[in-house]
T-cell receptor, first 113, second 114 residues
Framework: GAGVSQSPSNKVTEKGKDVELRCDPI?????LYWYRQRLGQGLEFLIY????????KSGLPSDRFSAERTGESVSTLTIQRTQQEDSAVYLC???????????FGPGTRLTVL | DAKTTQPPSMDCAEGRAANLPCNHS???????VYWYRQIHSQGPQYIIH???NNETNEMASLIITEDRKSSTLILPHATLRDTAVYYC???????????????FGKGTKLSVKP
């Protein structure tokens, strides 16, 4: 069946520009998560959504980062005024319910020049 | 911080069993042990999880010690495609007031060699 998809797969942008990254979770999964992975580093949690509950934003590194989710479907992660340190692979995951096993997408590789 | 300790790297011969250890001495009674792996340039992949009984699925087996302070992930017949970073994660599975996100440590880089 269809897994988690993310777009674009690669994004190159200039410092100071805004970017939007998209995640399509597995159909029927109520929980959606965003993580970031810098080159050679581990995964860092950013934010998660669970149903209609308020999202847990505790991992967002600054107010330049925000995310939205439409119901239990698509999510968009927005980074405003990108900085070079934002360069990383941004990974999205979904799970049937919060605390169930998470299924990850292939990620979006963001490069800020 | 991650609540687990894993060796940074391990080698395994193709076709042999790969046994990946994980220490989680501070695990709580309601925390499960999860294993994920990340093949180069891909997103992490769920492997298996367990609470206190040993578990087996089509990918691997999970052996948890009786005191639950450590566990071992077993890939019975490792192939070159099993070369990846393996993450051992402990987390609550249930609405116990903990966060829903996974906390990844540095994992074990498993290299399967021909």
């Amino acid at each position: 069946g269809a897994g988690v998809s993310q777009s674009p797969s690669n994004k190159v942008t200039e410092k100071g520009k805004d970017v939007e990254l998209r995640c399509d979770p597995i159909s029927g999964h109520t929980a959606l998560y965003w993580y970031r992975q810098r080159l050679g580093q581990g995964l860092e949690f950013l934010i998660y959504f669970q149903g209609n509950s308020a999202p847990d934003k505790s991992g967002l590194p600054s107010d330049r980062f925000s995310a939205e989710r439409t119901g239990e479907s698509v999510s968009t992660l927005t980074i405003q005024r990108t900085q070079q340190e934002d360069s990383a692979v941004y990974l999205c995951a979904s799970s049937l319910r919060l605390y169930n096993e998470q299924f990850f997408g292939p990620g979006t590789r963001l490069t800020v020049l | 911080d991650a609540k687990t300790t894993q060796p940074p790297s391990m080698d395994c011969a193709e076709g042999r069993a790969a046994n990946l250890p994980c220490n989680h001495s501070t695990i709580s009674g309601n925390e499960y042990v999860y294993w994920y792996r990340q093949i180069h340039s891909q997103g992490p992949q769920y492997i298996i999880h367990g609470l206190k009984n040993n578990e087996t699925n089509e990918m691997a087996s999970l052996i948890i010690t009786e005191d639950r302070k450590s566990s071992t992930l077993i890939l019975p017949h490792a192939t070159l495609r099993d070369t990846a970073v393996y993450y051992c994660i402990v987390r609550v599975t249930g609405y116990g007031g903990s966060q829903g996100n996974l906390i990844f440590g540095k994992g074990t880089k498993l290299s399967v060699k021909p």
